[in-house]
């Protein structure tokens, strides 16, 4: 498998709105394993296509952080979602930032699996927010989006600061 580059803030490509998945043929599930090496050698929990340069609308997500966990969620779309709740993210394209962000608490998502089939889910709390977290990322929005304008600029000062750098925390 490949490790992937992480683009990071302020990468064009994180700010465009992603395409629709068309095609699961085998050079994507070659894409989706390579996805999923680098979500879990960064310590994600999630990991969205445009976060390494591709424009579709791919997200991986392992709420548990443990390889065999993860989810491949292709062209997702939430269907209801309900109560609210406020956490602390980080992103990998943001490293070293950290904020709390207001999110659903509950979300009915349907999207299509690796193969293409077309899933219905329902998940709530910490898989809730990566998803959601994750989805924005398909539509060029930022967790710093999520936050008033003022917390924004205190957040984009601090990487700014810290030299946007990833701190490796550990590998799988």
Same mark, same amino acid.
């Given at each position: 498998? #490949? ?22 043929? !085998?050079?994507? /599930? #070659? ?6 090496? +680098?979500?879990? +050698?960064?310590?994600?929990?999630? *990991?969205?296509?445009? /976060? ?6 791919? *997200?991986?997500?392992?709420? /548990?952080?443990?390889?065999? +966990? @993860? ?17 602390? @993210? ?8 950290? +904020? @709390? ?13 690796? !193969?293409?089939?077309?899933?219905? $889910? ?9 998803? /959601? $977290?994750?989805?924005? $990322? ?16 205190? *957040? ?10 990833? !701190? !490796? #925390?550990?590998? $799988?």
């Amino acid at each position: 498998m #490949t490790i992937l580059k992480i683009h990071t803030y302020p990468a064009q490509i994180l700010a465009q709105k992603a395409v629709p998945v068309t095609v699961f043929d !085998k050079k994507m /599930q #070659t894409f989706f394993d390579n996805m999923i090496e +680098t979500m879990y +050698t960064d310590d994600g929990v999630g *990991l969205a296509a445009p /976060q390494v340069g591709i424009s579709k609308q791919i *997200l991986i997500a392992s709420p /548990q952080n443990k390889p065999g +966990t @993860e989810s491949i969620i292709c062209n997702p779309v939430i269907e209801d979602s309900e109560g609210s709740q406020i956490g602390h @993210e980080g992103c990998l394209s943001f490293p070293g930032i950290f +904020t @709390e962000v207001p999110r659903a608490q509950w979300i009915r998502l349907r999207y299509q699996n690796c !193969k293409g089939e077309v899933v219905v $889910h329902e998940m709530e709390d910490f898989f809730a927010r990566i998803i /959601q $977290h994750e989805m924005d $990322h398909l539509k060029g929005i930022l967790f710093i989006d999520r936050v008033n304008m003022v917390e924004r600029e205190k *957040l984009i000062a601090e990487y700014i600061k810290n030299g946007g750098v990833r !701190k !490796k #925390t550990k590998k $799988h």
